[in-house]
């Protein structure tokens, strides 16, 4: 079972970014999925995260209006639509995958971690 996080990279302020995680497996498409992210000497923390269906998401308050989370269940995969980027955004960003069906905002949901991507913004 993996997720496979990518997408990172070194952007200017104001710059968009487009995250992408591929799951291994087809039982994916029946999980929630999520986004989180640690930047450099901070604990990980909840960004956005979409239910099975793609119908319902939950985003942190310092992403909501710039960030927007979307799943392709076709192609087992999730995307993570990063706009108006700030230094602040600096992180490595993780998938996850939940126990359940319900985006959650809390880690302890969530069962499967890719490797995480590196997102850089420079100001």
């Known amino acids: 079972v993996q997720l496979q996080a990518s997408g990172g990279g070194l952007v200017q302020a104001g710059d968009s970014l487009r995250l992408s995680c591929a799951a291994s497996e087809p039982t994916f498409s029946m999980k929630a999925m999520g986004w989180f992210r640690q930047a450099p000497g901070k604990e990980r923390e909840f960004v956005a995260a979409?239910?099975?269906?793609?119908?319902?998401?939950e985003y942190a308050d310092s992403v909501k209006g710039r960030f927007t989370i979307s799943r392709d269940n076709a192609k087992i995969t999730v995307s993570l639509l990063m706009n108006s980027l700030k230094a602040e955004d600096t992180a490595v960003y993780y998938c996850?995958?939940?126990?359940?069906?319900?985006?959650?905002?809390?880690?302890?949901?969530?069962?499967?971690w890719g490797q995480g991507t590196q997102v850089t913004v420079s100001s």
């Open positions: 996850a995958a939940a126990f359940g069906i319900v985006a959650r905002t809390s880690q302890d949901e969530y069962e499967y």
């Open positions: 979409i239910n099975w269906s793609g119908r319902s998401t």
